[in-house]
T-cell receptor, first 118, second 114 residues
Framework: GAVVSQHPSWVICKSGTSVKIECRSLDFQATTMFWYRQFPKQSLMLMATSNEGSKATYEQGVEKDKFLINHASLTLSTLTVTSAHPEDSSFYIC??????????????FGAGSRLTVL | GENVEQHPSTLSVQEGDSAVIKCTYSDSASNYFPWYKQELGKRPQLIID?????GEKKDQRIAVTLNKTAKHFSLHITETQPEDSAVYFC?????????????FGTGTRLTVIP
């Protein structure tokens, strides 16, 4: 149980275009979703926290207008990298938190999305 | 916000030896401390966690200790095996609502030499 699906797993785009990454909780309702960014050989940096139906809370230094986060339902959150540039190339990972099958809170990571901006 | 520091950044041990990774945190309100194992390009996998009301927790070859006063916690892996080779991250969180916004340490690349 507590499966999180993230798509796409790998995407290449041209500079200036926008890319959308989806994070879905498959077998539980994710009241909160988190988005992380990870550069090669570095740690996961929390970008933002989103609660279903409300605006995301961004960490300091993360541009809200560049990284648009939508959490419209209890099973889906999306991250849109707008006007992507090569420096946005990174590994983006979501995690979802909510009540699992037993009622206990679960926190599960998606498999990550590798974005390469040319 | 929370600041989590992790040492060492790399660690090599002979198969069968023990490995210890240490982390410190800055926010005394943090009360949940998970450890994750991440293989290259894959999602972090939770291997063990500890809450602030517990000082030590063990699961087979893996144990975690927490010193709240000093604000540090450690991961201990005994009888290491080659498949333990990976990057390990500690994290800290204030999980009042059950939703865990984790702040990660910088990671430790563990290599177990056969």
């Amino acid at each position: 149980g507590a499966v999180v699906s993230q798509h796409p797993s790998w995407v290449i785009c041209k500079s200036g275009t926008s890319v959308k990454i989806e994070c879905r909780s498959l077998d539980f309702q994710a009241t909160t979703m988190f988005w992380y960014r990870q550069f090669p050989k570095q740690s996961l940096m929390l970008m933002a926290t989103s609660n279903e139906g409300s605006k995301a809370t961004y960490e300091q230094g993360v541009e809200k207008d560049k990284f648009l986060i939508n959490h419209a339902s209890l099973t889906l959150s999306t991250l849109t990298v707008t006007s992507a540039h090569p420096e946005d190339s990174s590994f983006y990972i979501c995690s979802a938190s909510g009540a699992g099958a037993t009622g206990a809170n679960v926190l599960t990571f998606g498999a990550g999305s590798r974005l390469t901006v040319l | 916000g929370e600041n989590v520091e992790q040492h060492p950044s790399t660690l090599s041990v002979q198969e069968g030896d023990s490995a210890v990774i240490k982390c410190t945190y800055s926010d005394s309100a943090s009360n949940y401390f998970p450890w994750y194992k991440q293989e290259l390009g894959k999602r972090p996998q939770l291997i063990i966690d500890i809450r602030s009301n517990v000082g030590e927790k063990k699961d087979q070859r893996i144990a975690v200790t927490l010193n709240k006063t000093a604000k540090h916690f450690s991961l201990h892996i005994t009888e290491t095996q080659p498949e333990d080779s990976a990057v390990y991250f500690c994290a800290a969180s204030k999980s009042r609502t059950g939703a865990n916004n984790l702040f990660f340490g910088t990671g430790t690349r563990l290599t177990v030499i056969p």
